[in-house]
């Protein structure tokens, strides 16, 4: 079979891309003495140029202000894992809470020097270091991110209020929790307010190099986990644990975190759109709904598979698979520079309402959207749902491909369809050449689906 053919060199060229080590402007030793341990981060150039790109696009004697992701409780004394703000880390690459940036238009002299940009952090404390971890400090900032100018985020206020007033224009944080308040905030006229969100996400949209080697890693690490699952699940096994095999082998290959959270829907949960219970035990002749994807180093995949726990399709699920396959095509092969953003779904809805017509399972083409209810792309990087403009689509923009059917138990059409939910989705670069598909390297197709399951 063609999966089995092509299988030996999917590994290979998983293994080429984990060993590659990209070449590094901080020296492993700086980066080991404040606990990064990876090599392959953004580098301090990256971060730079997107700094630089944002200044372009603001205003004469303005000024930007981004604050670090809040840490969040749990219960009681336990917080939730932190993960940064996604502008926040675009814009620095500092992945640790307490933090700020200032980006100003024109040079402003802090302490005798120069600059257009600070970084504000948390500081030094051995006595919570022991607990908690390294933290940067004003010296790692400038040694590891290579900040000019880095100052302790108690300072914060004090530089804001007497910036402020020489100001046009000032673009706030999106994020409005901080315990450093900055008191002239409160004085700052209506008009002098602006946002940079739509620059930003106009930026991240389009992918850079760097950027690009992250989410193919990301999506390569996430293909192995969805064949994986894939080639061990069996019945009886619970949603959950195909869930927890799906972690281990993010984790394993490197990924700090899951995209988002694991949706493994079995039977009629198959038909639940972002269905996260995971608890079901699963029974001979079930259909799995499964959408699992794990971020490296900030940038995630989005990938869905759908498939039989027991190994080999039933008529009705290979007719309803066949069919999202065929509006998945027809979906990608609109994935090109200059079409608009709705394009891929559109031709999707097209290719899906005449199949459930001929199928029988609707009488009219507007009833699609009983079975086919939500959109078909979204762009993908930093966020699973990621920042952009949904203008026409453009070269290094990487979207998602992911139509479905889901006909729940008690859906008004022949009971041999239902608990039948079935979703793919595949993960797309969109480039002059046309679409590549980032997350090929899982079987799309029912009989390399088969084959995979079989052995």
Known sequence: MLFKKILPLLFLFHFAFCIEAKAQSVSIDTLHKYGIYDEDRLSPEFHKSRRDELRKRMSPHSAA??????????????????????????????????????????????????????????????????????RLGTEGAKSVLKFQVALLIDSLSSIMNSIIPTLETFYPSHISSSKHYIDSLTTLKPALIN????????????????????????????????????????????????????????????CEYTGYPCIVGSGNNSTIL???????????????????????????????????????????????????L???????????????????????????????????IITKPEEYRKYFMHGTSHYLGLDVHDAGDYKPLQERQVITVEPGIYIAEGSPCDKKWWKIGCRIEDDILITIMGPEILSRFSPRKADEIEELMKH
């Open 65 to 134: 202000l981004f604050l670090a992701s809040p840490e969040k409780n749990r219960s009681n004394d336990v917080n939730y894992e932190y993960h940064q703000d996604p502008n926040f880390y675009y814009l620095t690459g500092h992945v640790q809470p307490d933090a700020a940036l200032l980006i100003t238009k024109e040079p402003i002299t802090i302490g005798g020097i120069k600059t257009d940009e600070v970084i504000f952090v948390q500081k030094k404390d051995p006595a919570r270091e022991v607990w908690t971890g390294i």
């Open 195 to 254: 946002y940079l969100n739509t620059d930003l996400a106009q930026m991240r949209s389009i992918k850079q190099d760097e950027e690009l080697k992250l989410l193919r890693k990301a999506i390569t690490i996430s293909n192995e986990a969805h064949n994986d699952i894939m080639h061990t699940a069996r019945p009886g096994w619970a949603e959950y644990q195909m869930q927890a095999l799906g972690e281990y082998d993010f984790t394993k290959n490197g």
């Open 274 to 324: 972002h269905y996260e219970t995971n608890r079901r035990k699963t029974e001979d002749g079930d259909f799995i709904e499964m959408d699992i994807g794990g971020e490296y180093h900030g940038y995630t995949a989005d990938i869905t598979r759908s498939f039989p726990i027991n190994g080999k399709f039933t008529p009705e699920q290979r007719a309803i698979y066949d069919l999202v």
């Open 326 to 360: 065929e509006a998945q095509d027809s979906g990608i092969a609109e994935a090109k520079v200059g079409n608009i953003f709705k394009a891929p779904h559109n031709a999707a809805v097209s290719v899906i309402t005449r199949g459930l017509l001929k199928l029988g």
